[in-house]
């Protein structure tokens, strides 16, 4: 595939990083200097100096050869017109990311058709969503669902004392029968590891892993993690994400308690959320939070638009009683540092952004992709297709590529977590974790 | 973890009568108690059959492990039954369970309740130890093979 992304950010940085190592030709078109210099030393794709709303520089960059074309810088209307300028050479698909609402959304005049663009992305959006997905599991660092929510893809953090700790991977095979699950990955310091049978957990690290969700309850008496009801819930920050966080929460039927600090913003909050309790005060006024109720709060979640207050005021509220605190971290340096010193999630616009546009790419057979640890592997949910050669075969038997795991099998309405003897047909949905360098293979292996 | 560590040998049921999984937690249950291993038995068995409730114990080939944690025990401890009719536990193979081991933890978790599962499953899903286990006369040769096999 020949793709052409436009903007060297976060963004765009780990698309192109992703694209090109599955082997993809990636041309990027930056205007900054900086962001062009640690593109071209850390990714292999070519780089353009120019911008993407200029048709002698997309010319540069080969629009006439391209079939993808993804705008994400941090101006909407460049992304727009670089779009449109996209269509004019034919490009057969267009993503562009789109803060403002104006743009997108229920208010909008104008939606993608308009622009000839096949998806608009939203980062306020997505990451409201991954922010509620987050509060639905309550001890979970991560979690994804498939099969229309029969399986799960869970991450859990492994601390002193838990059940787990010091078990070698092939007694949990031992008691498989149980206890169905597959560990997909440990992230152990930072680093994503695919186990094998003699590899042992170990306190600190995060165990990720993909069981049926009737399973859930025996699966947290394994891990010795507690169902804990949910229900009372505190926002920091009334803006975009915020609102979109809060009324997703509340009409899911938790009681929602939203902290914004400025008085007009409180005024516009109150009309936009009914049955939401509005709270005029600061991240650090513990006095009001404590009125409210922070030391009996399940979840405190911090979406203002400074990385340091969503940090510092989740390890705040912690401190004081908090079960659980998430945090929104932009920042890509802060994120393992936010959950290393106690934040349960640290949830990133940026990559949440990048792996909704890389959902969108994957070809035909892939039906759903989720980032796990920070990125550093991905759960794809993809389909045998008729005439593939793995049809008939037994699990043990297909040699899959290395750094890939099935997880689950998902055959008509069942959904099962496979063993070795298991045998693949035509048609069978599978859910795979797999490294990035094992992305691509996957893919190829599967067609 | 070894078995010897935690099997209660005068808890050990040659010839179980039990038609139920309740029939049959009650009993060993009730073994364990005699055997000074169990503080609280109700306790302990109502614990068991919530474990029960939210999934089946039965490891398939025959083989079911019903255990929990529990405010009622504070070591961890085993008892085996042989139930030569066989007694349903939900296995994954929807097979009847011949060969049980009731593993009662402590709560405070911690891994040896994993690793026990674990070497207890791996000990009684063997042919030749099920193959021994049927072929016994005694409680003590019982005994006997369960701790000799454990590796």
């Known amino acids: 595939m020949n793709g052409i992304i436009v903007g060297a950010g976060e963004v765009g940085f780990h698309i192109a990083d992703r694209l090109s190592r599955e082997g993809h030709n990636i041309v990027v078109i930056e205007q900054d200097a900086e962001r062009e210099r640690l593109l071209t030393s850390k990714v292999n794709a070519l780089v353009v ?42 490009v057969g698909r ?9 743009y997108h959304g229920g208010k909008s005049r104008l939606d993608a058709g308009d622009f000839g663009i096949d998806l608009l992305i939203n980062p306020q959006r997505v990451v409201a969503e991954e922010i509620v997905d987050a509060v639905r599991y309550t001890s979970a660092n991560e979690v994804s669902e498939f099969a229309d929510g029969r399986i799960v893809f869970l991450g859990y953090s492994i601390e002193e004392n838990s059940p787990v700790q010091g078990v070698a991977l092939s007694d949990l095979g031992e008691i498989r029968g149980m206890y169905p699950i597959v560990i997909a990955a440990i992230d152990r310091n930072g680093e994503t590891i695919i186990p094998r049978g003699d590899d042992r957990i170990e306190k600190g690290d995060i165990v990720f892993f993909v069981c049926n969700k009737r399973d859930l309850p025996s699966v947290r008496y394994l891990f010795g993690v507690e169902a804990r009801e949910t229900r009372k819930i505190f926002l920091l920050g009334g ?97 393992p540092l936010a959950t290393s010193i106690g934040v349960d999630v640290a949830i990133s616009p940026r990559l949440a952004t990048a792996s909704a546009v890389l959902r969108y790419v994957r070809s035909g057979e892939v039906l759903k992709v989720a980032p796990v640890d920070h990125g550093n592997a991905e759960v794809l949910e993809v389909v045998i297709p008729e005439n593939s050669k793995l049809v008939g075969k037994k699990l043990m038997d297909v040699r899959f590529p290395e750094g890939a795991i099935v997880g689950a099998i998902m055959r008509g309405q069942d959904a099962h977590i496979p063993d070795g003897a298991d045998m693949l047909e035509r048609g069978d949905r599978l859910i795979v974790f797999a490294l990035p360098s094992a992305t691509k293979k996957v893919e190829r292996f599967l067609s | 973890m070894p078995i010897q560590d935690i099997l209660v040998p005068e808890a050990t049921l040659r010839e179980s009568r039990a038609r139920t999984k309740e029939e049959l937690l009650r009993d060993l249950v009730g073994r364990l108690a005699q055997a000074g291993r169990v503080l609280d038995r109700d306790r302990v068995y109502d614990d068991l059959l919530i474990r029960e409730s939210e999934q089946g114990t039965g490891l398939g080939q025959g083989v079911a492990i019903p255990h929990c944690r529990s405010k009622g025990v504070d070591e961890l401890s085993a008892a085996f039954a042989l139930c030569r009719d066989g007694v349903a536990f939900e296995s994954v193979d929807g097979q009847p369970c011949r060969f049980v081991v009731v593993l009662l933890s402590p709560l405070k978790a911690d891994m040896s309740h994993v690793q026990a599962l674990a070497r207890v499953a ?24 369960l701790l000799s096999h454990d590796e």
């Open chain 1, 49 to 90: 100096h120019g911008s993407g709303a200029s048709t002698e520089t997309l010319e540069q960059a080969g629009i006439e050869k391209a079939d993808l074309f993804i705008a994400v810088t941090n101006q909407d209307e460049v992304n727009l017109v670089a779009c449109l300028l996209a269509t004019q050479y034919n």
């Open chain 1, 239 to 335: 803006g975009g994400v915020g609102l979109a966080v809060a009324r997703l929460l509340h009409t899911s039927g938790y009681e929602v308690k939203l902290i914004e600090q400025n008085a007009d913003r409180c005024n516009e909050l109150a009309d936009e959320l009914e049955g939401v309790l509005i709270l005029n005060a600061g991240a650090t006024d513990i006095e009001t939070m404590l009125t409210e109720g922070i030391d009996e709060a399940d979840v405190f979640i911090a979406v203002t638009n400074d990385d340091q207050t969503n940090i510092l005021s989740s390890l705040l509220v912690k401190r004081h009683g908090t079960k659980r605190v998430i945090a929104l971290v932009d920042q890509p340096e802060l994120l």
């Open chain 1, 94 to 102: 267009k993503i562009a990311r789109v803060r403002s609402l104006e």
């Open chain 2, 122 to 145: 791996r000990l009684l899903r063997q042919d030749k130890v099920q193959q021994e286990l049927l072929a016994a006369g005694t409680v003590d040769e019982l005994n006997r093979i």
